[in-house]
């Protein structure tokens, strides 16, 4: 089963998501419906539903480990496990260090969370520099972000592979107006602020 976008939004406003965590989030989903929508185009199977309402959960527990230490991916993915949502838990619970490299839904919300630096969308060497600079306080610490990186450009290239999608034009997404969607559809942020003006 998949939250529906009203649901998220309830979680997102219980959970007290701070904006500019719920504007990165955004983004990442905008990245990884294009890179989800691409796929199935070429002929792969994702459930686009699932990627959707995965990679606007995938921070649901950030604010719980700024404030207490922990670790967020792990932590989101056992809050949507006791949703009754299993499967989006999977995928959030992957969205730092996935489990394995093939092209599914955790890949591409894994992906599309490291082409998004706060709320903009830039390439894997300026998202991990800013992660080296800001993390990077010791040899370890260093390693496994090195780690991450060469990870997230074996799923660059598999995307590319599969979808003929050019890493750089993911960019273009900055484009977007913050309350449209890239394909024109409804998006979160602005479901997200009519929620906000009912109350």
Same mark, same amino acid.
């Given at each position: ?8 939004? +309830?979680?997102? +406003? ?6 500019? /965590?719920?504007?990165? #989030? ?14 199935? @185009?070429?002929?792969?199977?994702? &459930? =686009? ?6 990679? =606007?959960?995938? $921070? /649901?527990?950030? !604010?719980?480990?700024?404030? #207490?230490? *922990?670790?967020?991916?792990?932590? *989101? ?6 949703? *009754? ?12 260090? %996935? &489990? &394995?490299?093939?092209? $599914?839904?955790?890949? !591409? ?21 800013? %992660? %080296? ?11 496994? !972000?090195? $780690?991450?990186?060469?990870?997230? @450009? ?19 997404? &900055? ?5 449209? #969607? ?18």
């Amino acid at each position: 089963m998949v939250p529906s976008r009203s649901w998220s939004l +309830k979680l997102i +406003k219980q959970k007290q998501m701070p904006e500019h /965590i719920l504007h990165h #989030s955004v983004m990442v989903c905008e990245v990884a419906l294009v890179i989800a929508r691409a796929y199935c @185009k070429a002929g792969g199977e994702v &459930n =686009i539903d699932l990627v959707e309402a995965s990679a =606007i959960l995938h $921070d /649901i527990c950030k !604010i719980d480990t700024i404030n #207490s230490g *922990g670790d967020h991916a792990l932590m *989101g993915r056992l809050l949507l496990e006791e949703y *009754g949502y299993p499967k989006v838990g999977r995928i959030v619970g992957q969205h730092v260090r %996935l &489990n &394995n490299c093939i092209l $599914d839904e955790a890949l !591409i919300v894994n992906y599309a969370d490291k082409r998004v630096m706060h709320d903009r969308v830039v390439l894997l060497s300026e998202r991990f520099a800013d %992660l %080296l600079k800001r993390y990077g306080t010791d040899d370890i610490k260093i390693a496994r !972000i090195i $780690d991450l990186f060469n990870k997230a @450009k074996q799923a660059e290239q598999l995307i590319v592979r599969e979808t003929a999608l050019v890493p750089k034009d993911l960019n273009r997404l &900055n484009l977007v107006a913050g309350n449209d #969607s890239f394909d024109g559809e409804n998006c979160f942020l602005r479901e997200y602020r009519t929620i906000e003006e009912e109350n």
